[in-house]
């Protein structure tokens, strides 16, 4: 059974620019979530993705957008990058109804 | 506002002690309540979680609605239990739309 893993792994990007990370979910499960988690701080809930379509969002601008694809990957899109989105971004998969996620290990973003 | 709650950023024990970590939470409806753990250089994790009403590495949770709380407790504290711990709450069934607290950072002592 393979985790979920997600990539890139570490990535620096500038003020303004535009940043897509990706995220396959664990085998057979079929909803995404995902969270920003910056120093010293819970992860904080974006979005969720359930058989492709936004299930629910959190607390983030209209900048923050997402897809789900058929074999239930995903990817977080931010536009207009700015400083205070430097962060840890976390993908979790999950299915039925154990409610229980499945974490990667994350994509550490640095905008400067 | 659905909201999770950890008021100690810090705990720290020596081995043995029992230890506490504090968890509330608002939430109009029934939420579903989970601990997270994660422990050094390993992705967050399940620990437990309310429905189950199970004991894992010899942590226990009880929910608490009158009080709205949802406290970890574990009567010994080992060496391993050393990690971050996250307070998480599922606003509907099956997980959907969890939100998590700040978080608390147990640290036991030889």
């Known amino acids: 059974e393979t985790g979920v893993t997600q990539s890139p792994t570490h990535l620096i990007k500038t003020r303004g620019q535009q940043v897509t990370l990706r995220c396959s979910s664990q085998s057979g499960h079929n909803t995404v979530s995902w969270y920003q988690q910056a120093l010293g701080q819970g992860p904080q809930f974006i979005f969720q993705y359930y058989r492709e379509e936004e299930n629910g969002r959190g607390n983030f601008p209209p900048r923050f957008s997402g897809l789900q694809f058929p074999n239930y990957s995903s990817e977080l899109n931010v536009n207009a990058l700015e400083l205070d989105d430097s962060a840890l971004y976390l993908c979790?998969?999950?299915?039925?109804?154990?409610?229980?996620?499945?974490f990667g290990e994350g994509s550490r973003l640095t905008v400067l | 506002a659905q909201r999770v709650t950890q008021p100690e950023k810090l705990l720290s024990v020596f081995k043995g002690a029992p230890v506490e970590l504090k968890c509330n939470y608002s939430y109009s409806g029934s939420p579903e309540l989970f601990w997270y753990v994660q422990y050094s250089r390993q992705r967050l994790q399940l620990l437990l979680r309310?429905?189950s009403r199970e004991s894992i590495k010899g942590f226990t949770a009880d929910l608490n609605k009158g009080e709205t709380s949802f406290h970890l407790k574990k009567p010994f504290a080992q060496e391993e239990d050393s990690a971050m711990y996250y307070c998480a709450l599922s606003r509907e069934a099956g997980g959907f739309k969890t939100i998590f607290g700040a978080g608390t950072r147990l640290f036991v002592k030889a």
């Open positions: 979790a998969s999950s299915g039925g109804l154990s409610g229980e996620l499945f």
């Open positions: 309310h429905i």
